[in-house]
């Protein structure tokens, strides 16, 4: 029986770090990062994905896998998966970072499909370009991010139906949390995400505790 779909962010979620910040600092791109990040508030989400993607122009992809393999994840965060499995839910990667490297998290961690930016490639290197389809439904609040996790979730949830689960940090969570049945904001870095969270919360005991009440409740058991 599937509970539901669970859609769960991968950098400072899943990830104990967010996968370009060591990138950058692997590759020594953080003074550029860090002026991407300040000109980021007055930029369109989409088009500052787009700068720092040109910044791994001839980069090649086993490099990129390497530094990504060496971040660990979050405390506790692949026993949450274990128990979000246990409850039945069909669990998703989402993220505003690229595919490729969350199919490799998928793998680690068990989880049954992701949803992330496409890098193009040639030879083994990547280009500095993204191939991404914009999905964006463009919600209020939204900052038009390039992969839109609110599209995602829609998607799995009429394919699997059930409640829909989202737990994220950041400003590319919104929307996904803002429609979410249950919509938890992880150690966020923005007050909006706080504000439309059913519940904020600091480590992943927290959200199961949480979580059991929740599907166990009156209002879910009619789904």
């Known amino acids: ?6 859609i769960l962010d991968m950098d400072g979620t899943v990830l104990s770090k967010r996968s370009i910040d060591v990138f950058c600092a692997g590759l020594g791109f953080t003074e550029r990062l860090a002026e991407v990040d300040r000109l980021s508030p007055d930029l369109p989400a989409y088009r ?3 700068m720092i993607a040109a910044f791994f122009k001839g980069v090649p992809r086993h490099r990129l896998e390497d530094l990504f393999d060496s971040i660990p994840l979050s405390d506790c965060a ?7 499995k246990s409850k039945g839910f069909f669990i998703a990667i989402a993220t505003d970072s690229y595919e490729f490297l969350a199919e490799r998290l998928a793998r680690k961690i068990s989880a049954d499909t992701v949803y992330g930016n496409i890098v193009e490639m040639q030879d083994g290197l990547l280009t500095g370009r993204l191939l991404t389809e914009p999905r964006c439904l463009k919600i209020k609040g939204c900052r038009l991010y390039s992969t839109c996790k609110l599209w995602f979730m829609r998607k799995l949830s009429d394919r699997v139906g059930g409640l829909t689960l989202a ?8 929307c996904a949390i803002t429609e979410a049945d249950v919509g938890v904001a992880f150690r966020p870095k923005s007050q909006p995400i706080a504000a439309v969270a ?26």
Do not use: C, K, P
């Open 167 to 174: 737990v994220g940090d950041g400003e590319s969570d919104f």
């Open 1 to 6: 029986m599937t509970t539901g779909v669970a």
């Open 48 to 50: 500052t994905t787009e």
């Open 78 to 84: 692949d026993e949450f998966v274990s128990y979000l």
């Open 198 to 223: 059913d519940t904020v919360a600091s480590d992943y005991s927290e959200i199961e505790s949480w979580l059991q009440r929740e599907i166990t409740s009156s209002r879910y058991q009619s789904r």
